[in-house]
C-alpha cells in the first residue's frame, strides 16, 4: 500500500475536507510527522490570524473550525503519526551520511525513508534543501496546489 507524507498545511487540508485531488490515489495511506503536527497544533493555538494556515481556518464556519480543531486534538487513526522513538536513530545516520537540513527537515526525510514514502509539500513549503536531500536518497518529493 502507498503512503504519502504530508506536511502541515496538507494536514489541515484533510481535516477540513479539501484534500487536494492530487495529493494521494484513494488507496494510499497519509502520514505526517511530530513536527509538522506540532507546527499545526501551534498555529491553531494562537490568537488571530497569522498565516495562511490560521486564515484558511478562519475562512469557515464556528462549527467547522471546531471540528476541525477537535481532530487535530484527537488526529485520526487514519492518520499516522510518527514517532521520534521511530526516526531518532535513523536522523542521526542521516547526519552521519552528511546530510545537512533543518530538524523538520531531517525528520521528514526519515519519516519518508521509514514509510517508503512521497512527501507531498504544500506549495508555501517549497524547500530546496529536502528536495536535494530526498533526491539523493531516491525519495520523491511533490508539490501540492
Same mark, same amino acid.
Given at each position: 500500500?502507498?503512503?504519502?507524507?504530508? #506536511?502541515?498545511? !496538507? /494536514?489541515?487540508?484533510? !481535516?477540513?475536507?479539501?484534500?487536494?485531488?492530487?495529493?494521494?490515489?484513494?488507496?494510499?495511506?497519509?502520514?505526517?510527522?511530530?513536527?509538522?503536527?506540532?507546527?499545526?497544533?501551534?498555529?491553531?493555538?494562537?490568537?488571530?490570524?497569522?498565516?495562511?494556515?490560521?486564515?484558511?481556518?478562519?475562512?469557515?464556519?464556528?462549527?467547522?473550525? @471546531?471540528?476541525?480543531?477537535?481532530?487535530?486534538?484527537?488526529?485520526?487513526? @487514519?492518520?499516522?503519526?510518527?514517532?521520534?522513538?521511530?526516526?531518532?536513530?535513523?536522523?542521526?545516520? /542521516?547526519?552521519? #551520511?552528511?546530510?545537512?537540513?533543518?530538524?523538520?527537515? /531531517?525528520?521528514?526525510?526519515?519519516?519518508?525513508?521509514?514509510? @517508503?514514502? #512521497?512527501?507531498?509539500?504544500?506549495?508555501?513549503?517549497?524547500?530546496?534543501?529536502? /528536495? @536535494?536531500?530526498?533526491?539523493?536518497?531516491?525519495?520523491?518529493?511533490?508539490?501540492?496546489?
Amino acid at each position: 500500500m502507498t503512503t504519502v507524507l504530508v #506536511d502541515d498545511h !496538507l /494536514l489541515l487540508r484533510i !481535516l477540513l475536507d479539501d484534500e487536494p485531488a492530487s495529493l494521494r490515489p484513494t488507496s494510499a495511506k497519509v502520514a505526517t510527522t511530530g513536527l509538522w503536527y506540532h507546527r499545526l497544533c501551534r498555529v491553531l493555538n494562537q490568537d488571530g490570524v497569522i498565516g495562511s494556515m490560521s486564515r484558511r481556518l478562519g475562512e469557515v464556519d464556528d462549527p467547522v473550525a @471546531a471540528r476541525v480543531v477537535g481532530a487535530v486534538i484527537e488526529l485520526p487513526e @487514519a492518520i499516522e503519526l510518527l514517532s521520534l522513538r521511530s526516526l531518532g536513530w535513523a536522523m542521526g545516520e /542521516l547526519i552521519a #551520511d552528511g546530510v545537512r537540513l533543518n530538524l523538520l527537515s /531531517l525528520e521528514a526525510l526519515a519519516a519518508a525513508r521509514h514509510l @517508503a514514502a #512521497d512527501i507531498c509539500l504544500a506549495e508555501e513549503d517549497q524547500n530546496d534543501p529536502l /528536495l @536535494a536531500a530526498a533526491s539523493a536518497f531516491g525519495i520523491r518529493v511533490r508539490t501540492v496546489s
